[in-house]
C-alpha cells in the first residue's frame, strides 16, 4: 500500500465523518459579508422573541432572537448601523436599564471584519450595577484562570506527550479539541440525535480517542516507518490541521452553535467568586481526569513505558518495550483527552465554532514549551500559569491582547529558562 494511497484514503474518511457529522453542507449566507450579532438574556437567562432593527446602508432588517436568546443580520458593508431593541417585545416585568445612556434601547456599532460577527450588548433586567473592587476581580479571574488552565492542560498534557513519543509537533491537535465539541453538538444538542449530554459526552471523547487511533493507523505510523523527517512530519499536521478545519467550516458553517446549558445563571460560590454549576462540573470532571491520567503515567506498567520512550526512544526499544503498541496508546489518550478539554471549551466560552481549536493551538504549544517540551507533567504546569495569565491579565490590558500577553511571559521565561519548568538541559559536548 503506497503512502499516497494512504493519504487518500484518510482523506476520504475525513469527508465521510464530516458527512456523518452534518448530514450535509450548511447554507451559507448569501450576498453581504458583514455581520452584527448578539445575545439578548436577563440575568443569564435567554429571552426568545425579542425584536431587534439594524438600520443603515442597505436599508433596516428587522430579526427576532431565536430559543438561546441569540440574533443575527448580514449587512452589505463597513459603516455604522443603528441596532434598537423593541421594548415592547420584552416580557412583562423586564426592562432595559443604563445609568450612563438615556438611551439604552439603541446603540451605534460599525462591523469592520467580514463574516466576523460584531457584537452588541444590551444590560437587560434592572439594571442594578454594582463596581466591583481591584481585589474581588482579581479573586474571580483566578478561579477562571484555573479553570481555563486545567482545560488546556488536558489538551497540552497529550500535545506533549506525542511530541515526547515520536517527536511530531502535532498541529492538527486543535482540531481534535473542535472534534470533541463539534461530536458533542452532533450527539447531545441536536434534534438529530437528541441523546442525553451524560451519553453524549463520554461518547464525543471515545470517538475522539478512535479518530486518533484511525489518524495513527494511516497517516503517522506509515510515515514513521518510512523515517520520514519531524520537519516533513510537521508540515503534513499543518495540512491535516487546514483539511480538517475547513471541512468543520463547510459542514456546520460560520456561526457560532450552543451546547445545552451553555448560559446558566451565575451561583455565589465563596466571598466574591461566582460560577455556573456548569463551571463547577467542569473544573471537577477536569481534576478527576488529570490525577487519574497522573496516576496512570506514573504507576501503570503501560505508563512507564511511555515515559521511557519519551526519555530515550531507542533505548526503551532495546530494552523490549513495544514501541509501536505505546504510540498508538498515546495517540488514542492524546486524542480523547484533546476532545474532551474540546467539551469543556465549548462551555467555557460559551460556544462551538469551526476553528474553535485553533484559538488555543498556540496557547497548547505555549504551554507544552513552558513546562518542558515531553513532559507531560510540565506542560500541565505551564497550562495552569498560562491559564491563570491569561485570565489576570485582562484587568491591566485589553481583553482581545489577553491571549499575546501568555506568549509574552512565555518567551520571558524561556529567556532565563531555556528548557521549560521540568524540562532537563541538553548538554553539548
Partial sequence: MSAVWRIATMLLLALGLATLLGGGP?????????KIAGNVQNEGEAIEGVSITVDGPGGPQTVETGPRGQWQVSVPESAEYTVVLDVDTLPEG???????????????VTPNVPFAPKAVNFFIGEGDRESTAFASQLVQRLVQGINFGLMLGLASVGLSLVFGTTGISNFAHGEMVTFGAVIALWLGGTAFIGASLWIALPLAVLLSGLLGLAMDAVIWRPLRHRSVGVVQLMIVSIGLSLAIRYIFQYFIGGGTEQLPGSTPQKIDIIGPIRMTKVDIVSMVIAIIVIVAFALWLTYSRLGKATRAISDNPGLASASGIDVDFVVRVVWILASALAGLAGVLYAYYRPGIKWDMGTQVLLLMFAAVTLGGLGTAFGALIGALIIGIIVETSSLFIPADLRFASALAILIIILLVRPQGILGRRERIG
Fill in 26 to 34: 450548511a447554507v451559507a449566507a448569501e450576498g453581504d459579508p458583514f
Fill in 94 to 108: 423586564i426592562t432595559l436599564d443604563d445609568p450612563e445612556d438615556d438611551t439604552p434601547e439603541t446603540k451605534e
